[in-house]
């Protein structure tokens, strides 16, 4: 199975502050990468797709990059709401099988 | 408007099989391309996959739990269930169902979980 790593574990900024956070698979996949918001007591919610893909509806401060192996999630100004738990995930297609990072927290200095 | 929402039981006992079940709205396991998927996170730590059905009714399982895992789905009911057997302390955790919607009808697309049930708390205590 393909392991995911993220770093940091965690990180604290302060707002408007631009917040990079590394995900690195353990082989190529493409840009089979999707990332993840989740506050406290709430389910993930999905912020970019396919590595570059800003779900709808998501604020255009948040962008995604990379293929390969190495993948890169940016906060371009953070704001007091962004306070959460970020997650990479990568996926196979066939069969289908999903492994997500181990997270990164995000809090505001 | 698509919704889903997990329930089950709050506390099981060791050894005991876990049964939860995922009720959905705003979409059909009939249409081709969508899937429901459970997926788990203990306390304090990282989401893990677990399973997932499809509109074919076609079934796959994480490596390490495929053994103990079962998912059904009911589509007149708009309902999935997961069986987990053999249950342990460490399997404590808030479960989620979420969807994928492969919209093309092919595995090869994009997948990503779109919509996410808001989770339940397993505990696993005698």
């Known amino acids: 199975d393909i392991q995911m790593t993220q770093s940091p574990s965690s990180l604290s900024a302060s707002v408007g502050d631009r917040v990079t956070i590394t995900c690195q698979a353990s082989?190529?996949?493409?840009?089979?990468l999707n990332w993840y918001q989740q506050k406290p007591g709430k389910a993930p919610k999905l912020l970019i797709y396919?590595?570059?893909n800003l779900e709808t509806g998501v604020p255009s401060r948040f962008s995604g990059s990379g293929s390969g192996t190495d993948f890169t999630f940016t906060i371009s100004s953070l704001q007091p709401e962004d306070i959460a738990t970020y997650y990479c995930?990568?996926?196979?297609?066939?069969?289908?099988?999903?492994?997500f990072g181990p997270g990164t927290k995000v809090d505001i200095k | 408007q698509v919704t889903l929402r997990e329930s089950g039981p709050a506390l099981v006992k060791p050894t005991q099989t876990l049964t939860l079940t995922c009720t959905f709205s705003?979409?059909?396991?009939?249409?081709?391309?969508?899937?429901v998927s459970w997926i788990r996170q203990p306390p304090g730590k990282a989401l893990e996959w677990l399973a997932l059905?499809?509109?074919?009714?076609?079934?796959y399982y994480s490596t390490s739990l495929k053994t103990r895992l079962t998912i059904s789905k009911d589509t007149s009911k708009n309902q999935v269930v997961l069986t987990m057997t053999n249950m342990d302390p460490v399997d404590t955790a808030t479960y989620y169902c979420?969807?994928?919607?492969?919209?093309?009808?092919?595995?090869?697309?994009?997948?990503?979980?779109?919509?996410w049930g808001q989770g339940t708390l397993v505990t696993v205590s005698s």
């Open positions: 082989q190529d996949i493409s840009n089979y």
């Open positions: 995930q990568q996926y196979d297609n066939l069969p289908p099988l999903f492994t």
């Open positions: 396919d590595a570059s």
């Open positions: 059905i499809d509109w074919d009714d076609d079934k």
């Open positions: 979420a969807r994928i919607d492969y919209g093309s009808g092919s595995y090869f697309s994009s997948a990503n979980f779109d919509y």
């Open positions: 705003g979409f059909s396991l009939s249409t081709s391309g969508m899937c």
